[in-house]
């Protein structure tokens, strides 16, 4: 499903030239018609950008399409640049992929990338944890629309997004150490989050039922009218479950309910474009074992989280300097109970973190190339009941009678600096980022990277060397409750690596074969001591160093009944622990990886998608009854049959087709059966 952009041909028409030394860069990726004259030049792919760029095509049925010149820019690189061109890799799942899927949430989505590590505590996004290659959820930058939306907090709620599938365009994946292009905290990767404005699109209403009382309803639709130059586009939804499990006691504890609502819109004329969005995502669920240890076994926790997002971009289309700047806020407010709805068993713990953020990226043309250019400064401030240092002034809990007492609060700025150059068939992308935290005592550091890559008629070969920074979350550095116990004075982790590989494309059959090195230091992870018995908690602490080995290959097939495709990824880390030692994140990584996906034709408007995937990861859980039990393999099978009508689509689908009960993917913390889904969606 998720599968490598390959280059794909487009005509374009030129009514006029500009006499500029940059010009070239105006027509990067597109086979230029010249008068009569054809003449290629840079070969070009689907556009894969921050910016949801579009091209306005004519209705003329001639053989040479009119487009405007509009820059096709990819997220590999500070510099906007075609797919084909970029000499960084981005893997895209597209918007049909995404409609076809037999999923219900981004979680869901990324299982079937074969670099990316999707760790489940709850089904349909409820919460689970991301990594790519061999990293933990707090190692990638998750972003939205371009916009850092990581939470400093934790890792784990993440992706807690305000959006619903139906408004993303795409999902971008970008893997291995990615500061030179997101910033810090991208440390073994990135995913963005692309969603749609609006424009000709039609209204929604999405309805949805399932197992164990699932039920979601869903209504999109544009606010402007499509001949103006603003678009708009509102979003709603609500979903809930019973859960699949109930606690001991009898009651339930994996049930969930929550409603989003996201706003975007943009205005875009001959010299400007601006982009906002503000998004709102409320959401509980029945947390069972999720954190428990053998020490606390708890199996009733609880969990809400509110969180807010909002953005607003801009860029000038013309002049020789382009401008990209942007500014945002994001809102999380969390609530965690140990004994769900008893306090006076246990203190409920209370989160309220702020970040703002502003940034400003500049890109031009000269005769050497194309230069980026720019700095980011992010303020993160937490105020808790249980997570960081005693507060001055303490703020009062809106709706309790306790008060925030603690808190911690830095500020994070950057600089970055790129440049880009296309010789004929080769790309050259080259740059740093310098870094510095007001709460590390690290003095400003350089962090830089170097991408190349030469294309072929049907080959196109890619290597890199790339390196980044990650802070400590604030959970890792104060969480100290029921088993847990944290280190304030960790070490910010880096990351250098390297990559090569190979991408083969015909209509018929596209591939892609890459391998890689990580070399980790100051690792952070939980590691638990299994020889103190019930006296064990967990530890976060800096792994001095870690190197990791991987390879990763993807095949797809083109056939008359439909397209086949498999990937697998391997991954090997050299540090040994000693024995009784169990490690949580960074140790608990997935060796195997294979995934395997099969979508039919249409066919009168019916369609079947089947995804498996099998996994073995590296690693072992201590029980609630003291045994320590090592990570076994598993499969899944992923189904969904749909019918598609010009006003409506009905759709059925299961996930674990052939419920498989016995997989773990977090240790003591059981995992659903089959889950059935139906649904319609009608276009109003």
């Known amino acids: 499903m998720f599968k490598p952009q390959f280059q794909k041909r487009q005509v374009m028409v030129f009514h006029q030239f500009q006499r500029k030394g940059y010009s070239l860069f105006a027509a990067l990726g597109r086979e230029v018609v010249i008068s009569v004259l054809s003449v290629a030049t840079l070969s070009s792919a689907k556009a894969a950008s921050i910016s949801d760029e579009t091209f306005r095509v004519d209705s003329t049925k001639a053989t040479a399409r009119e487009v405007t010149l509009d820059d096709v820019c990819v997220t590999g690189s500070r510099a ?4 084909s061109q970029a000499a960084r890799m981005v893997t895209v799942l597209s918007r049909e ?79 291995g150490p990615a500061a030179r292009i997101y910033g810090t905290s991208s440390l073994v990767g990135a995913i963005n989050i692309v969603t749609s404005s609006g424009s000709n699109e039609k209204a929604t209403l999405n309805l949805e039922g399932g197992s164990f009382g699932y039920a979601k309803a869903a209504i999109a639709g544009n606010l402007l009218s499509k001949d103006t130059p603003l678009t708009s586009r509102l979003s709603c939804s609500y979903a809930r479950s019973d859960g699949y499990s109930r606690s001991k006691s009898g009651m339930l504890n994996t049930d969930f309910s929550g409603s989003k609502a996201f706003y975007q819109g943009t205005f875009s004329n001959e010299q400007i474009k601006l982009s906002w969005h503000a998004g709102l995502s409320d959401k509980g669920w029945g947390s069972g074992t999720f954190y428990a240890t053998p020490k606390w076994q708890a199996d009733e926790q609880y969990e809400h989280t509110t969180k807010v997002y909002t953005a607003l971009q ?60 720019g700095a980011e400064i992010r303020n993160e401030d937490l105020v ?66 170097i991408d190349v890559s030469y294309a072929m008629d049907h080959v196109k070969l890619f290597a890199s060397y790339n390196s980044s920074l990650r802070l400590p979350s604030f959970t890792e550095m104060y969480y100290k409750l029921q088993g847990y116990a944290a280190d304030p004075h960790l070490k910010p982790e880096e990351m250098q690596a390297l990559e090569a590989g190979l991408q083969y494309h015909t209509p018929l059959v596209q591939a892609k074969l890459s391998a890689y090195y990580h070399h980790g230091r100051n690792m952070i992870d939980w590691i638990m001591d299994t020889n103190q018995g019930n006296q064990a908690q967990w530890q976060s602490v800096n792994h001095t160093k870690i190197n990791a080995y991987g390879f990763e290959a993807y095949v797809a097939f083109q056939s008359k009944v439909g397209m086949l495709d ?30 395997a996906g099969f979508q039919t034709k249409e066919w009168q408007g019916l369609s079947l998608r089947l995804n498996f995937r099998w996994q073995d990861r590296v690693g072992s859980y201590t029980t609630f009854d003291g045994a320590l039990r090592d990570y076994r393999p598993y499969g899944l099978l992923d189904a969904r049959a749909q019918w598609k009508a010009p006003h409506f689509t009905l759709y059925s689908e299961v996930n674990n087709l052939l419920n498989n009960r016995s997989y773990v993917d977090f240790g003591n913390v059981p995992q659903p059966g089959a889950w059935f889904v139906t649904g319609i969606t009608l276009k109003i």
């Open 80 to 83: 906007p640049l075609t797919v």
């Open 97 to 175: 992929e995404i409609a076809q899927a037999p999923v219900q949430s981004v979680n869901d989505l990324l299982k079937m990338a074969v670099g990316v590590d999707v760790r489940q505590r709850g089904p349909l996004g409820t919460q689970s944890d991301v990594s790519i290659r061999g990293g933990t959820q707090e190692q990638i930058v998750v972003l939205l629309n371009g916009i850092n939306i990581c939470d400093p907090q934790t890792g784990h709620n993440t992706f807690d997004f305000p959006c619903d599938l139906s408004d993303i365009v795409r999902i971008e994946v970008l893997e």
């Open 314 to 373: 801009g860029e000038n289309k013309t002049g020789l300097l382009h401008f990209q700047p942007a500014v945002y806020w994001n809102h999380f407010q969390d609530r965690y109970e140990g004994y769900r709805n008893r306090p006076q068993v246990m203190k409920y713990n209370y989160n309220r973190c702020d970040i703002y953020g502003l940034k400003l990226n500049s890109y031009f043309d000269w005769k050497a190339g194309r230069t980026a250019i």
């Open 384 to 449: 808790s009941g249980n997570l960081g240092e005693p507060l001055f002034r303490t703020h009062h809990i809106s709706g309790t009678d306790r008060d925030y007492t603690l808190g911690v609060n830095r500020t994070n700025i950057s600089a970055h600096l790129e440049h880009n150059v296309i010789f004929n068939r080769l790309t050259v992308s080259a740059g740093f980022v310098a870094a510095k935290s007001s709460w590390s005592d690290m003095n400003m550091t350089i962090y830089p990277g």
């Open 566 to 595: 498999a990937s697998y990824s391997y991954i090997y880390q050299d540090k040994d622990i000693e024995p009784g030692i169990v490690s949580q994140y960074a140790l608990e990584y997935l060796r195997h990886k294979f995934v």
